[in-house]
């Protein structure tokens, strides 16, 4: 979910929100329906409008919606857009659109539930001949020479003015991978494409690719930087990429364990797979640095190891494990069994203080936590 202040600084972003206009007005004509997925404030809808569209299906999860309208109405196009509460996957469109546009990216594409929400638009929503905005981005990678990115990895843990040994917690950092701003000047290989994703034809969210990198000169490296080029219509462009104009995405920096002096003509050999797992991406990065035929280094990581998790959560995942309903528990499904008998939300707050007489002091209490579940799993109305 983005802050109104996160919509904000996206509208602000010149290179990002220009291309996104000049790509609408490549897409739209009079008379076009189009689909807004991720509305946010209501910006691509607005611009759609303007363009001349007839109809706009603007949907977005978040209550950001209840802005969108309000900026729609101020903009004299609120009886062109049909605003959706709800996730795209969920909403069923009555007609075919000529246009599906969106920005859900993070630093990456690879960024929750964006590229599922994709597809399902394209096979659902999208007419015959439609267009998808963006079109197609394309994925680059290259190792860079980054102390001032990799030393909050290691410099916390390892070199501590207090004599303490905490080098648990730098393995896990290590395996974190982190939004970062990386300069040209910066890379120490020449960059390798790593993938594409055409939105005419991705058929998977999950990504798994194997680069060959060269080192241009001797350095020390201390990881590598991905960045995306973005294709939202014929000859509409932009790039996150260093050295690029600044980009509100920035770029993704996966550190190494530790720094490796690369010499000029050192090969690094990547693996990167990102699995959608939950909503969330498990990134997957596996690097070997070969020197003729000596290996110089070789490093595992996963953003799995960096998350600490304790003993008892490992074993309450087990498939042995026998689980026994918690008292948080027993008051949510007190809670969903009584919303089913069609009680007001105060009636089942009074019962709950009743039946829990010690977890809540006070039927406010209790219908804080009511509404808590009617709103996640209540039906939308």
């Known amino acids: 979910m983005y802050s109104i202040q996160g919509h904000g600084n996206m509208i602000a972003d010149g290179v990002r929100s220009d291309a996104y206009l000049r790509a609408l007005q490549a897409s739209v004509r009079p008379g076009s329906v189009v689909v807004d997925i991720g509305t946010g404030t209501g910006f691509f809808a607005i611009l759609a409008c303007r ?6 299906i603007a949907i977005e999860s978040s209550d950001m919606i209840e802005v969108a309208r309000r ?3 101020a903009n004299g196009c609120a009886d062109r ?3 959706i509460h709800a996730s795209s996957t969920a909403v069923d469109c009555p007609e075919r659109v000529d246009v599906v546009v969106s920005d859900l990216h993070g630093v990456l594409p690879f960024f929750q539930g964006h ?3 994709m597809m399902d638009a394209r096979e659902r929503f999208l007419a015959p001949r439609g267009t ?3 079109a197609r981005e394309s994925l680059w990678v290259a190792c860079v020479e980054a102390p001032e990115l990799h030393s909050p990895v290691t410099t916390p843990w390892s070199d501590n003015k207090y004599g303490l040994d905490m080098h648990a917690a730098r393995a896990l950092a290590a395996n974190q991978w982190r939004r970062a701003v990386v300069q040209r000047d910066q890379l120490v290989t020449v960059p ?3 993938g594409t994703l055409d939105y005419a034809s991705i058929a998977s969210p999950d990504f798994d690719s194997t680069v060959e990198l060269e080192a241009a000169r001797e350095a020390e490296s201390h990881g590598f930087c991905l ?3 973005s294709t939202l219509a014929p000859g509409v462009e932009f790039s996150n990429a260093p050295g690029a104009p600044g980009l509100i995405y920035g770029n993704a920096f996966f550190p190494w364990p530790e720094a490796v002096p690369l010499a000029r003509g050192d090969r690094i050999e990547l693996r990167l797979r990102a699995r959608l797992m939950r909503g969330e991406y498990l990134w997957t990065w ?3 640095v070969m020197r003729g035929t000596t290996q110089v280094a070789s490093f595992r990581q996963s953003d799995f190891f960096g998350e600490p998790l304790a003993a008892g959560k490992v074993r309450r995942h087990s498939s042995t494990h026998v689980a026994k309903l918690g008292e948080a528990g027993r008051i949510d499904a007190l809670v969903l069994g009584l919303m089913q008998q069609d009680l007001a939300l105060g009636e089942i707050a009074h019962r709950l203080v009743a039946a829990f007489p010690g977890r809540f002091a006070r039927w406010q209490d209790a219908l804080t936590r009511v509404a808590e579940l009617s709103q996640r799993y209540g039906e939308a109305e």
């Open 51 to 56: 363009l001349g569209a007839r109809r706009v």
């Open 71 to 73: 900026i729609a109405q």
């Open 81 to 83: 857009i049909d605003f």
């Open 115 to 117: 590229l599922v929400a």
């Open 132 to 134: 998808m905005i963006p």
């Open 192 to 194: 390798a494409g790593c």
């Open 227 to 229: 960045w995306f080029d």
């Open 286 to 288: 596996e690097t070997r």
